[in-house]
């Protein structure tokens, strides 16, 4: 136990950080508040809304229920990693052309849950599309163009493995 | 939120989480997944002193075959066992249970071991368990000795681990032939928790009468129930829809469920009785087709 925090290092979006950090600092807030990163949002902070999910070591987690200290020594994404300079990501794409949203809250942790499926699921149907989102909730939309979108993506990239 | 503050220490091995235990005894939790204990931390529901985060110790995590059991680490994630190949071979209805858990995002980071060990009333693996007839391994400084499932959950968020115990793993009998699985779950909408579930292991005889039964229901007490009224009337009898109805019918007999906002204590009885029917009733077709 010491008051100046504990040394974590963790690789986020291909950058390795190293920081010291309070126990009880949430992995969200060190994200946004130590790195930066403000792409990942913070919604209901109770771990409902998936408006905070990153990816850690490859798996979709919501971040405001993780201590920044259990992420000592793990890769993350967010989703400011997705992009490579201007190209948007094939997802980012998709969210756009079929409009996935309406105020953009939700939409990273949408992004980087929807990226997790196509990981692990290249074809989903709709009604597996749906249950990957059971964690991620919008307030505006309705889902419709939420799914659209992750359909569109699915069909662009072929089946083909989503690599970040 | 922010948790209260508190001393962190990450333990290498459960030897040093054991030491770090016996050191700071009930002013200090263990942390595995944290999908129960963060957010009651958060909450302030629970502000322990020191918490050991024991969610990088190796070889706690998988799930292996050992003799006629199957042993399920206990930091195993939801999400490993729900997708196992084992699991879903050998007990389909652990892995239903699995996957219905939370979000997905939750089966990515929260523990079997972690789910047993806080024994939330609205949770779903201990119902499962204890249809499994499941037994847990728990190392103390002393040794280590096998909690069977029945008694092990004495009250909410009670087991009959000690303070200064560390839950390591999961153990379910591997079925014999012409044996089933099945877990059934009515889902509260918002939160996913458990409002009734049922789960069923049930093994035919040679001329496909139920040899033996084990049911357990979650949602009418602090923890998961045996249904034995149920179990009883299915005993010697063929697995007919009608034994398996009139059977399921008693599933709630000798419990006491409480009124909450969601449902009344006899919609919850109610439930159960339509929820051990189908979890039976799958378990049954399943023990037909091995």
């Known amino acids: ?164 | 939120m922010f948790p209260a503050s508190f001393g962190y220490f990450a333990a290498r091995s459960v030897e040093e989480a054991l030491d770090l235990l016996t050191k700071h005894g009930e002013d200090a939790k263990l942390l595995a997944g944290g999908h129960s204990l963060i957010p009651a931390m958060k909450l302030r529901l629970a502000s322990p002193r020191y918490l050991i985060d024991i969610g990088r110790v190796p070889n706690l995590r998988g799930i292996r075959v050992d003799g006629d059991t199957l042993a399920i680490g206990a930091l195993t994630v939801h999400a490993d066992v729900a997708s196992s190949d084992l699991v879903r071979r050998h007990l389909p209805g652990l892995a239903e249970a699995a996957s219905v858990i939370g979000d997905v995002q939750v089966r990515n980071r929260g523990t079997i071991g972690g789910s047993v060990a806080h024994a939330d009333p609205g949770a779903d693996f201990p119902v499962i368990l204890m249809a499994l007839n499941a037994s847990f391994t728990a190392v103390s400084p002393s040794g280590s000795r096998t909690l069977p499932v029945d008694g092990f959950f004495v009250d909410f968020f009670t087991t009959v681990l000690k303070p200064n115990e560390v839950l390591t793993e999961i153990r379910a009998p591997l079925p014999p032939a012409g044996t089933g699985t099945a877990y059934h779950k009515m889902p509260h909408p918002a939160s996913g928790y458990v409002v009734v579930s049922a789960g069923a292991l049930i093994s035919r005889d040679a001329s496909g009468n139920c040899a033996s039964a084990r049911v357990a229901i979650g949602g009418l007490a602090s923890g998961p129930l045996r249904a034995q009224a149920t179990e009883a009337a299915l005993r010697g009898k063929p697995l007919t829809a009608k034994n398996i109805a009139a059977a399921a019918a008693q599933a709630a007999e000798g419990s006491d469920p409480v009124d909450d906002v969601y449902a009344s204590a006899e919609y919850k009885r109610h439930m159960a009785t339509v929820l051990v029917r189908r979890a039976v009733e799958q378990a049954s077709e399943r023990a037909s087709k091995k």
């Open chain 1, 1 to 164: 136990m010491s008051d100046e925090g504990i040394k974590i290092g963790v690789t986020v979006n291909g950058v390795k950080r190293e920081a010291a950090v309070e126990p009880r600092e949430l992995l969200v807030y060190f994200l946004r508040e130590q790195l930066g990163l403000t792409g990942t949002h913070v919604g209901c902070d109770t771990s409902q809304c998936g408006a905070c999910t990153i990816h850690l070591n490859g798996c979709a987690v919501k971040s405001c229920t993780i201590l920044a200290v259990q992420a000592d020594g793990a890769e993350i994404v967010t989703i400011e990693g997705l992009a490579r300079g201007d190209a948007l990501h094939p997802m980012q794409e998709g969210f756009r052309e079929k409009h996935g949203l309406q105020c953009g809250y939700c939409t990273p942790g949408m992004i980087m849950t929807a990226v997790y499926l196509l990981k692990t699921n290249p074809n989903p149907t709709e009604d597996e599309i749906k249950r990957a989102l059971e964690g991620n909730l919008c307030r505006c939309t309705g889902y419709v163009n939420i799914v659209e979108a992750i359909k569109w993506t699915a069909q662009k990239i072929g089946g083909d493995r989503v690599s970040r």
